[in-house]
């Protein structure tokens, strides 16, 4: 039986990141439910979910086919490695911390589905400025760069404003019930456009 990925993206602020540990934290105890580390050209943190690698590290994993998927976001490179789709060839669910850039130049006949998790503008907005990551130009800057994503026709949209709990239960949900069932096959359309 083949299985299937499961991107979940959205824009920075949007509570993507927290709504993914939720959820892989109430489905630790699943064996047919992964969830990937990625692995990025830029520092990782307490609690990141992804590895650090260099950018020559990044070249020889791309050389040596080791990467099952690889894009390019905010001048960093991300990359889920070729063992997941290994995991993905056996049945599993592995789900990705991926970009909506990416999402969009999927091949249509891949077995993707993808989450989008969102919230409004002043919600980002205020989640950006708090996070205090980005300088203020740049906190603009990506606000601005979600017009280019206003159009994104996911499989399921996780609209996270209030308790993290209620958006990563919609998550836990999708991945438990929905995310195989023929209903949630719609990604078609969306990678196709």
């Not at 998927?69 to 490179?77: I, K, V």
Request: glycine share 10%; net charge neutral.
């Amino acid at each position: 039986m083949s299985g299937l990925w499961v991107l979940v993206c959205g824009p920075s602020g949007a509570g993507k990141d927290s709504v993914l540990g939720w959820a892989a934290q109430e489905l630790g105890h699943r064996q047919d439910i992964v969830f990937a580390r990625r692995l990025v050209t830029r520092a990782s943190q307490p609690g990141s979910d992804h590895d650090e690698v260099s950018p020559e590290q990044f070249a020889r994993l791309i050389d040596g086919d080791g990467l099952a998927w690889r894009w390019q976001a905010h001048g960093f490179h991300y990359g889920i490695e070729a063992r997941y789709a290994g995991l993905v060839a056996a049945g599993r669910v592995v789900v990705v911390n991926g970009s909506r850039a990416h999402a969009s130049g999927l091949d249509a006949t891949a077995p993707v589905r993808v989450v989008q998790v969102t919230t409004d503008a002043a919600q980002l907005a205020s989640r950006l400025e708090q996070r205090g990551r980005d300088a203020p130009h740049e906190v603009s800057r990506r606000l601005v760069r979600n017009a280019l994503f206003k159009d994104l026709c996911a499989d399921h949209t996780i609209l996270n404003q209030g308790a993290l709990e209620l958006a990563g239960r919609q998550l836990v949900d999708y991945l438990v019930g929905g995310a195989l069932s023929p209903a949630a096959a719609g990604h078609a359309d969306f990678l196709s456009s």
